[in-house]
C-alpha cells in the first residue's frame, strides 16, 4: 500500500448527476477503466490498472457538480480541531469509510471546500504524477493572507511566493506549498494558492482546482470538448509545461497538464 506524508494531497474524486456519463467522459478522456461495488453508488476509476480517482453519484442534487481533493492526515480528529481552531468550517466530521479509512470535509476561511483523509486499507491514489492521473491541487482565493496562515496552521505548510503568466501579457501572485520538514521551494511544492482577481466575476466563490496529467495538453482539450465538455481556458505555455482549464459534460471543472519533459 502506498504511504502519503503528512497532509499531501492523496485522493481526488467527482460528485456527479449522472454517474454512467461521467464514466463514459473520462474515460473516453483519459481512458480510465471502473469499477464499481454492487449497488454502491460510485465507481472507483484507474488507470493502466491502477486507482486514480473515484466518481460518485450525487445523493441530493442541490450538492455541487465538483472535483473535490482529500489530503492525508495521521490522526483525522487532531486536524479537524485545527481546522476548527485556525477559523476553518467543518463540514462533515469524520465518519469511517468502511475498512479503507476515515474521512471528513472542511473548508477554509475563504470558504474553498477540501477533504481529508486518514488511510485504513486504501491509502489514495496509486498512480499520481503520470498521464491519466493526478498531478497537482491549487486553491483559488480572495484572501491569500487569512487563507496562507490557515493551511500553514492545520498542515503546516511553507510557502514559496513566486509570479506566474497572467491576463493581457502580465503576471500574477502564485504561492507554493511545501510540506512541513522539507526545504520550501518549487521542488518540494505539493499544492498552491492563488488569486481571485478582478477579472472574475464577483459571485464566484473561493474553490479548489486539481491538475491530472496528460501526454498531450491541445488533444485532451479537443477530445473534451468532442466528448460534450468546455475549454474554459485553452492551453497555455506555462513554466511547468502546457496546461488548460476544462469542464466535464455535467460541469465538473478541472485541469490538464502536459509536464515539460512530455513536450516535444
Given at each position: 500500500?502506498?504511504?502519503?506524508?503528512?497532509?499531501?494531497?492523496?485522493?481526488?474524486?467527482?460528485?456527479?448527476?449522472?454517474?454512467?456519463?461521467?464514466?463514459?467522459?473520462?474515460?473516453?478522456?483519459?481512458?480510465?477503466?471502473?469499477?464499481?461495488?454492487?449497488?454502491?453508488?460510485?465507481?472507483?476509476?484507474?488507470?493502466?490498472?491502477?486507482?486514480?480517482?473515484?466518481?460518485?453519484?450525487?445523493?441530493?442534487?442541490?450538492?455541487?457538480?465538483?472535483?473535490?481533493?482529500?489530503?492525508?492526515?495521521?490522526?483525522?480528529?487532531?486536524?479537524?480541531?485545527?481546522?476548527?481552531?485556525?477559523?476553518?468550517?467543518?463540514?462533515?466530521?469524520?465518519?469511517?469509510?468502511?475498512?479503507?479509512?476515515?474521512?471528513?470535509?472542511?473548508?477554509?476561511?475563504?470558504?474553498?471546500?477540501?477533504?481529508?483523509w486518514q488511510a485504513g486499507e486504501r491509502?489514495?491514489?496509486?498512480?499520481?504524477?503520470?498521464?491519466?492521473?493526478?498531478?497537482?491541487?491549487?486553491?483559488?482565493?480572495?484572501?491569500?493572507?487569512?487563507v496562507d496562515a490557515f493551511y500553514e496552521?492545520?498542515?503546516?505548510?511553507?510557502?514559496?511566493?513566486?509570479?506566474?503568466?497572467?491576463?493581457?501579457?502580465?503576471?500574477?501572485?502564485?504561492?507554493?506549498?511545501?510540506?512541513?520538514?522539507?526545504?520550501?521551494?518549487?521542488?518540494?511544492?505539493?499544492?498552491?494558492?492563488?488569486?481571485?482577481?478582478?477579472?472574475?466575476?464577483?459571485?464566484?466563490?473561493?474553490?479548489?482546482?486539481?491538475?491530472?496529467?496528460?501526454?498531450?495538453?491541445?488533444?485532451?482539450?479537443?477530445?473534451?470538448?468532442?466528448?460534450?465538455?468546455?475549454?474554459?481556458?485553452?492551453?497555455?505555455?506555462?513554466?511547468?509545461?502546457?496546461?488548460?482549464?476544462?469542464?466535464?459534460?455535467?460541469?465538473?471543472?478541472?485541469?490538464?497538464?502536459?509536464?515539460?519533459?512530455?513536450?516535444?
Amino acid at each position: 500500500m502506498a504511504v502519503f506524508a503528512q497532509s499531501a494531497p492523496c485522493w481526488v474524486d467527482v460528485q456527479l448527476s449522472d454517474l454512467e456519463a461521467g464514466k463514459r467522459f473520462y474515460g473516453g478522456l483519459f481512458g480510465w477503466t471502473f469499477h464499481a461495488g454492487d449497488g454502491m453508488p460510485f465507481a472507483d476509476a484507474y488507470s493502466e490498472g491502477e486507482l486514480v480517482a473515484a466518481l460518485a453519484a450525487k445523493q441530493d442534487g442541490r450538492m455541487p457538480t465538483t472535483w473535490g481533493v482529500y489530503f492525508s492526515t495521521d490522526d483525522i480528529r487532531a486536524t479537524v480541531a485545527l481546522v476548527r481552531k485556525a477559523g476553518g468550517q467543518v463540514i462533515t466530521d469524520p465518519v469511517r469509510a468502511g475498512a479503507a479509512g476515515v474521512l471528513a470535509q472542511a473548508a477554509d476561511p475563504g470558504g474553498a471546500v477540501f477533504g481529508l483523509w486518514q488511510a485504513g486499507e486504501r491509502a489514495g491514489f496509486e498512480k499520481q504524477n503520470a498521464p491519466g492521473a493526478f498531478c497537482w491541487t491549487e486553491v483559488y482565493t480572495r484572501q491569500p493572507e487569512r487563507v496562507d496562515a490557515f493551511y500553514e496552521e492545520v498542515f503546516g505548510f511553507r510557502g514559496t511566493d513566486i509570479r506566474l503568466p497572467g491576463a493581457e501579457g502580465g503576471t500574477e501572485p502564485f504561492r507554493t506549498w511545501s510540506p512541513a520538514g522539507t526545504e520550501p521551494g518549487e521542488d518540494t511544492a505539493v499544492g498552491g494558492r492563488a488569486v481571485i482577481t478582478d477579472a472574475f466575476p464577483a459571485m464566484l466563490p473561493s474553490y479548489f482546482l486539481s491538475y491530472f496529467a496528460v501526454a498531450d495538453c491541445d488533444l485532451a482539450a479537443d477530445t473534451a470538448a468532442r466528448l460534450g465538455g468546455r475549454i474554459t481556458a485553452p492551453p497555455l505555455d506555462i513554466p511547468y509545461g502546457r496546461m488548460a482549464v476544462l469542464q466535464d459534460d455535467q460541469g465538473a471543472a478541472f485541469a490538464v497538464l502536459q509536464p515539460t519533459e512530455l513536450l516535444p
